[in-house]
Structures are given as structure tokens and as C-alpha cells.
């Protein structure tokens, strides 16, 4: 089984189409048996679908994530896990141990259709709208 996790610096990145990096596992037997880093190389939502599935990915622990990315995700057969945030080494070790805490409805809804793209933009200073903090989140929040 592989398990990619949107990755920052120890941590879950919270945008799903803006990750810089994902960190890879290799799991047998319930047990992590090797991890890597492999940078996106400034892809975007669509592309990074494809790189997981031309990873042989099988499942997907991130923050926040939009629509289309999900149906991609489904359409390559990579189990999403969204809303996550914290440590990404220990969000897989809960993953199987069967103790992640997750989203299964995970989706920036407050987004217009074609906002995706460009992330959280235009919600920022909307009263009850703050991606990353206030009252409403993305699975998490949208940006690190």
C-alpha cells in the first residue's frame, strides 16, 4: 500500500492544489516501511491527480481539498482523507492504527464554481469567510 500526505515541513499542507510536496509512504503489513519526499514541481490541481496515480498512490491524507480534485482522486482509485491536519509521519500512523480523525465530506463549499484554481482568493475580509482562521474552514483551513 502507498499513502501520500500533502506535505510542509513535518506537517499537513492545508491546500491540496498548492502543495509543493508530497511525502510518500511504502506500508506492508500494517507497518511503514520507507518514506520520500517528492516535490510537485509547481503542478496544479489536475496534474497532481496524475502524479499520484503515476505513483501507484492508494490513498490521499490532506487538508483541504476542492471538488474536481476529489473526482479526479476517485477516478484514479486514490482514497481520500481530508480535513487532517497536524503532524503528517503521525496522520499515517493513525491512518493504520484506525484512529484518523478525518472529514469524509471534506470540500471547500463556500467557493464559487472556478475558484478552486485560484485557492481561497476573494474570501478573505468576507464576514464569517477566513480561510486559515474565523468562522467557517476548508477541512482545516485552505493555506498554511
Known amino acids: 500500500m502507498r499513502i501520500a500526505v500533502t506535505y510542509d515541513n513535518g506537517d499537513i499542507f492545508q491546500h491540496f492544489g498548492h502543495t509543493q510536496q508530497f511525502k510518500i509512504y511504502d506500508?506492508?503489513?500494517?507497518?511503514v516501511v520507507s518514506s520520500e519526499v517528492l516535490d510537485t514541481s509547481g503542478s496544479g490541481h489536475g496534474?497532481?491527480?496524475?502524479?499520484?496515480?503515476?505513483?501507484?498512490v492508494d490513498a490521499l491524507i490532506c487538508g483541504g481539498i476542492g471538488g474536481g480534485a476529489q473526482m479526479a482522486l476517485a477516478e484514479a482509485g486514490i482514497r481520500l482523507y481530508?480535513?487532517?491536519?497536524?503532524?503528517?509521519?503521525?496522520?499515517?500512523n493513525a491512518l493504520l492504527s484506525g484512529d484518523l480523525l478525518y472529514n469524509p465530506d471534506?470540500?471547500?463549499?463556500?467557493?464559487g464554481e472556478g475558484d478552486h484554481e485560484g485557492g481561497c482568493g476573494g474570501h478573505d475580509g468576507e464576514e464569517g469567510h477566513?480561510?486559515?482562521?474565523?468562522e467557517h474552514h476548508c477541512g482545516g483551513g485552505c493555506h498554511a
Do not use: M, R, W
Open 27 to 31: 506500508v506492508e503489513d500494517g507497518t
Open 47 to 56: 496534474a497532481l491527480a496524475g502524479l499520484l496515480g503515476g505513483q501507484k
Open 82 to 92: 481530508g480535513g487532517v491536519t497536524g503532524s503528517a509521519d503521525a496522520a499515517v
Open 106 to 111: 471534506v470540500q471547500c463549499s463556500h467557493h
Open 130 to 134: 477566513h480561510c486559515g482562521g474565523g
